[in-house]
């Protein structure tokens, strides 16, 4: 897509604030926040502890309601959306993925990649074959039937990539993913992570604090004290 | 999700805290195992007491006599008939007939004189002790009393309650009732030691100028039993007792009554209810035909309510056990929504509705109160059989029939059904307080 060229945003941020309330006061997390995002691209969310990025991604994700301003996620205003809608839209919208991997601890790496494909309502064969092809393509084809505990991080975020993608979302937000990974593990996750909008076409946006990572992005939010201090890559006019 | 789904998701958690798990389910068996025992120590005992009080046999069986009705008895439980009325085939036939009734056995009861019995040994007296009211000896002259024939393959629906040995099976054999015993002094807990005795016993006849002869017969003492369905010391086959009748009546009605027999098929009927709370309707049913009847039913009706309020205390201890271990449930899934918080929050962020986490945890409740009640029913009717068993030996130390286990399927499936139900209304705060757990948790940190 060229410059000039209209297309309509997968993300679509307008004067989003969001606080919270503290036994000291309320807690102001995101205030005013405009941003767009076109559909395939990568962003890149930095900024300090504190700035307000997991809240944003929160947001983004529909995993909490906004507050004030207008969040649009592939055409879908989640501001008015009722409860129902909004887990239809994390199951079939967003896949998420983890710091902390998010793993149930239960499930086998086939099983945890099934149990969002059971959530959506994805009959028992259909998911089957479609949690192998998933585990296949990031490379855990002989792990199925491990439990987590028994994979390593690299891996283990591995299968939260494959179950972020298991109900084909049309954006993954990854909160952190290298957080909790060595360097090479790290390395390849994001490299996974990175190949998805060019395989898959997905948004992908990105929490770090990696500066390579974030160099790599196309777009670089850098969020200070709730507020957008940098737009490394400038937003096209999409409207 | 579909159940199947929640289903294997509670499975697959409750073994990964398998030592929680564990401790909650014996919490939940131990009280289902106290609610199954005592209510089944209650109900036993409730039969066996009913059982008592109306000397064994059915609990909804009524007597009827060979006489008609008396007016001023007829609400009675021991009623005192009227005057002598024949009760032969076909009256029997019209009261098998009655709406209600469950089925119907006569009784005959004919005089007898009885000689005096062998020494009998009885353990714990000397030996060569004589005379009357020494125990282990019988009376030292001949006595009259009656012989009660029933029909003794039917004997566990009849007002028979076996104590040693066995029913007699054929003419040859004979068994004897505790006041038998009591003529021997011999006390009922050593009522084996008659069993094997020959007794001497005659049917009386009278015959013209005055002159009386019986028929002498010598049946073997096979058992001990307590008995209601007729007045008596010995219990002998119905067609011992018909041999009996035909025997004395062939002297002629008069001389028949002079023994104490009235010229009539059967002296007796023993009617059963086909259900407990139709006694008093068949009871009226069968006055109206013409004959006298008694049953038990005020008394037991008394005795039931009674019991009742035992059974209803019993059971109130166990709902108790149930209800703390309904709140050790409620506790445990506290702790687990706690533990679980960020693993909720993954669980919605990858599409979970509430009532998905709701369904989880509601499953992991029931679950736990279901395989408890199981288990705890399994444990409770072990426990009450074990009572049972000690129970029963201390019974038999006594010489008192044994008591049978009245184990309920209605009281084991409500166990169950409860322990599940009560440990599913114990986890919807929980599973409530999970549902509403906002999706924000799976990125919460810690």
Same mark, same amino acid.
Do not use: C
């Given at each position: 897509m060229g410059h000039g060229e209209e297309v309509s945003p997968s993300l679509l941020v307008r004067d989003l604030r969001h606080r919270y309330r503290t036994p000291r006061g309320e807690l102001v997390v995101l205030d005013g926040v405009s941003f767009d995002v076109p559909a395939g691209g990568y962003v890149a969310l930095t900024g300090p502890s504190g700035a307000g990025k997991t809240t944003l991604l929160s947001l983004l994700g529909g995993l909490e309601r906004v507050q004030s301003g207008h969040v649009e996620v592939e055409g879908t205003d989640?501001?008015?959306?009722?409860a129902t809608e909004l887990a239809r839209f994390r199951s079939q919208t967003v896949g998420f993925v983890f710091q902390h991997f998010g793993?149930?601890?239960? @499930?086998?790496a086939a099983e945890n990649v099934e149990l969002a494909l059971a959530l959506a309502g994805v009959g028992l064969k259909t998911r089957r074959a479609a949690s192998r092809d998933l585990l296949g393509s990031v490379g855990l084809a002989g792990r199925l039937e491990h439990l987590p505990h028994q994979l390593s991080g690299g891996e283990r975020q591995r299968v939260a990539i494959a179950r972020a993608l298991a109900n084909s979302p049309r954006l993954v937000l990854a909160d952190e993913?290298?957080?909790?990974?060595?360097e090479e593990s790290a390395a390849n996750v994001i490299t996974l992570l990175e190949s998805l909008p060019a395989t898959r076409g997905v948004t992908l946006v990105v929490v770090t604090h990696n500066h390579a990572v974030a160099d790599r992005a196309a777009t670089r939010l850098a969020l200070r004290a709730g507020r957008l201090?940098? @737009? @490394?890559?400038p937003p096209r006019s999409y409207l | 999700m579909t159940w199947a789904d929640a289903f294997r998701l509670v499975g697959r958690e409750l073994r990964r805290r398998a030592g929680r798990s564990a401790l909650t389910v014996a919490a939940v068996a131990l009280a289902a195992a106290l609610l199954t025992a005592l209510v089944t120590i209650a109900q036993t005992a409730q039969t066996r007491v009913l059982s008592e009080v109306t000397t064994g046999?059915?609990?909804?069986g009524i007597k009827v006599a060979a006489a008609a009705p008396d007016p001023t008895q007829i609400?009675? $439980?021991n009623a005192t008939p009227g005057p002598p009325k024949p009760l032969d085939d076909s009256a029997l036939r019209r009261v098998r007939s009655?709406?209600? *009734? $469950?089925s119907v056995y006569p009784v005959v009861s004919v005089p007898v004189v009885v000689l005096a019995p062998p020494r009998i040994a009885v353990p714990?007296?000397? =030996?060569n002790a004589v005379g009357s009211? *020494?125990?282990g000896l019988g009376p030292d002259e001949p006595y009259g009393d009656s012989l009660v024939g029933v029909s003794v393959d039917q004997a566990a629906r009849l007002p028979i309650t076996l104590l040693a040995g066995r029913l007699p099976t054929s003419t040859n054999e004979i068994a004897v009732t505790p006041d038998f015993l009591d003529r021997l002094h011999i006390p009922q807990k050593q =009522?084996?030691? *008659?069993?094997g005795v020959t007794l001497e016993f005659g049917f009386p006849r009278g015959f013209r100028r005055g002159s009386s002869r019986s028929m002498w017969l010598h049946p073997v003492i096979v058992g001990v039993a307590a008995q209601d =369905?007729?007045?008596?010391?010995l219990i002998g086959t119905l067609g011992l007792a018909e041999t009996g009748r035909d025997w004395i009546l062939a002297g002629g009605a008069a001389s028949a009554a002079s023994f104490g027999?009235?010229?009539?098929?059967?002296t007796g009927l023993f009617v059963i209810a086909n259900r407990l709370d139709k006694v008093a309707t068949l009871r009226n049913r069968i006055t109206a035909v013409g004959y006298s009847t008694s049953a038990p039913e005020q008394l037991i009706a008394s005795v039931q309510r009674y019991l009742r309020v035992v059974e209803i205390v019993l059971a109130g201890i166990g709902l108790i056990a149930l209800v703390v271990a309904a709140l050790g449930i409620a506790n445990a899934l506290f702790a687990a929504v706690r533990e679980r918080r960020r693993e909720i929050g993954v669980l919605k962020a990858i599409g979970a509705r509430d009532r998905d986490v709701l369904r989880i945890f509601l499953i992991e409740a029931l679950a736990v109160g279901a395989v408890g009640g199981v288990i705890g029913v399994a444990l409770g009717a072990a426990v009450a059989a074990s009572v049972g068993l000690a129970v029963n030996r201390y019974l038999a130390s006594q010489g008192i029939a044994p008591l049978h286990l009245a184990i309920s399927l209605v009281v084991l499936g409500g166990a169950v059904v409860g322990a599940a139900l009560l440990a599913g209304l114990a986890g919807l705060v929980p599973a409530a307080r999970a549902a509403r757990l906002p999706a924000r948790e799976a990125v919460e940190s810690g």
């Amino acid at each position: 897509m060229g410059h000039g060229e209209e297309v309509s945003p997968s993300l679509l941020v307008r004067d989003l604030r969001h606080r919270y309330r503290t036994p000291r006061g309320e807690l102001v997390v995101l205030d005013g926040v405009s941003f767009d995002v076109p559909a395939g691209g990568y962003v890149a969310l930095t900024g300090p502890s504190g700035a307000g990025k997991t809240t944003l991604l929160s947001l983004l994700g529909g995993l909490e309601r906004v507050q004030s301003g207008h969040v649009e996620v592939e055409g879908t205003d989640l501001a008015g959306v009722s409860a129902t809608e909004l887990a239809r839209f994390r199951s079939q919208t967003v896949g998420f993925v983890f710091q902390h991997f998010g793993l149930l601890q239960t @499930l086998t790496a086939a099983e945890n990649v099934e149990l969002a494909l059971a959530l959506a309502g994805v009959g028992l064969k259909t998911r089957r074959a479609a949690s192998r092809d998933l585990l296949g393509s990031v490379g855990l084809a002989g792990r199925l039937e491990h439990l987590p505990h028994q994979l390593s991080g690299g891996e283990r975020q591995r299968v939260a990539i494959a179950r972020a993608l298991a109900n084909s979302p049309r954006l993954v937000l990854a909160d952190e993913p290298t957080g909790n990974l060595d360097e090479e593990s790290a390395a390849n996750v994001i490299t996974l992570l990175e190949s998805l909008p060019a395989t898959r076409g997905v948004t992908l946006v990105v929490v770090t604090h990696n500066h390579a990572v974030a160099d790599r992005a196309a777009t670089r939010l850098a969020l200070r004290a709730g507020r957008l201090e940098g @737009l @490394l890559t400038p937003p096209r006019s999409y409207l | 999700m579909t159940w199947a789904d929640a289903f294997r998701l509670v499975g697959r958690e409750l073994r990964r805290r398998a030592g929680r798990s564990a401790l909650t389910v014996a919490a939940v068996a131990l009280a289902a195992a106290l609610l199954t025992a005592l209510v089944t120590i209650a109900q036993t005992a409730q039969t066996r007491v009913l059982s008592e009080v109306t000397t064994g046999g059915s609990l909804a069986g009524i007597k009827v006599a060979a006489a008609a009705p008396d007016p001023t008895q007829i609400d009675r $439980d021991n009623a005192t008939p009227g005057p002598p009325k024949p009760l032969d085939d076909s009256a029997l036939r019209r009261v098998r007939s009655l709406p209600n *009734v $469950d089925s119907v056995y006569p009784v005959v009861s004919v005089p007898v004189v009885v000689l005096a019995p062998p020494r009998i040994a009885v353990p714990g007296t000397p =030996a060569n002790a004589v005379g009357s009211g *020494v125990p282990g000896l019988g009376p030292d002259e001949p006595y009259g009393d009656s012989l009660v024939g029933v029909s003794v393959d039917q004997a566990a629906r009849l007002p028979i309650t076996l104590l040693a040995g066995r029913l007699p099976t054929s003419t040859n054999e004979i068994a004897v009732t505790p006041d038998f015993l009591d003529r021997l002094h011999i006390p009922q807990k050593q =009522a084996a030691t *008659v069993l094997g005795v020959t007794l001497e016993f005659g049917f009386p006849r009278g015959f013209r100028r005055g002159s009386s002869r019986s028929m002498w017969l010598h049946p073997v003492i096979v058992g001990v039993a307590a008995q209601d =369905a007729g007045t008596g010391q010995l219990i002998g086959t119905l067609g011992l007792a018909e041999t009996g009748r035909d025997w004395i009546l062939a002297g002629g009605a008069a001389s028949a009554a002079s023994f104490g027999l009235q010229p009539t098929t059967y002296t007796g009927l023993f009617v059963i209810a086909n259900r407990l709370d139709k006694v008093a309707t068949l009871r009226n049913r069968i006055t109206a035909v013409g004959y006298s009847t008694s049953a038990p039913e005020q008394l037991i009706a008394s005795v039931q309510r009674y019991l009742r309020v035992v059974e209803i205390v019993l059971a109130g201890i166990g709902l108790i056990a149930l209800v703390v271990a309904a709140l050790g449930i409620a506790n445990a899934l506290f702790a687990a929504v706690r533990e679980r918080r960020r693993e909720i929050g993954v669980l919605k962020a990858i599409g979970a509705r509430d009532r998905d986490v709701l369904r989880i945890f509601l499953i992991e409740a029931l679950a736990v109160g279901a395989v408890g009640g199981v288990i705890g029913v399994a444990l409770g009717a072990a426990v009450a059989a074990s009572v049972g068993l000690a129970v029963n030996r201390y019974l038999a130390s006594q010489g008192i029939a044994p008591l049978h286990l009245a184990i309920s399927l209605v009281v084991l499936g409500g166990a169950v059904v409860g322990a599940a139900l009560l440990a599913g209304l114990a986890g919807l705060v929980p599973a409530a307080r999970a549902a509403r757990l906002p999706a924000r948790e799976a990125v919460e940190s810690g």
